[in-house]
């Protein structure tokens, strides 16, 4: 399935789960291998409390239609620094 950048740009995004997470604002493509790298989402109003954006990796991306994207639950909202867990010997 071919989606046009202008249909893709404002798509609607949820998790598997079904939480609305907002609509697709931008994305980063790499140029050598022509591939889309991530997406940037803007998120919903509750959404918008915790982050200004969400940073969906490519690799994130259970599925697209016309109707929507969705993503995996596991979505991290951009500036939010994810840590491995550590534990004390």
């Known amino acids: 399935?071919?989606?046009?950048?202008?249909?893709?740009?404002?798509?609607r995004v949820e998790?598997?789960?079904?939480?609305?997470?907002?609509?697709i604002q931008s994305f980063d493509v790499a140029v050598?291998?022509?591939?889309?790298l991530c997406y940037y989402v803007r998120?919903?109003?509750?959404?918008?409390?915790?982050?200004?954006?969400?940073?969906?990796?490519?690799?994130?991306?259970?599925?697209?239609?016309e109707?929507?994207?969705v993503v995996d639950d596991a979505v991290v909202p951009v500036g939010v620094a994810v840590t491995a867990p550590t534990s004390v010997v």
């Open 43 to 65: 998120p919903t109003a509750l959404v918008a409390l915790f982050s200004k954006n969400i940073l969906v990796s490519s690799s994130q991306v259970v599925s697209i239609d």
């Open 67 to 69: 109707k929507k994207m």
């Open 15 to 23: 998790t598997k789960s079904g939480t609305h997470l907002g609509s």
């Open 1 to 11: 399935m071919k989606i046009n950048s202008s249909k893709l740009l404002g798509l």
């Open 32 to 36: 050598d291998e022509q591939t889309v």
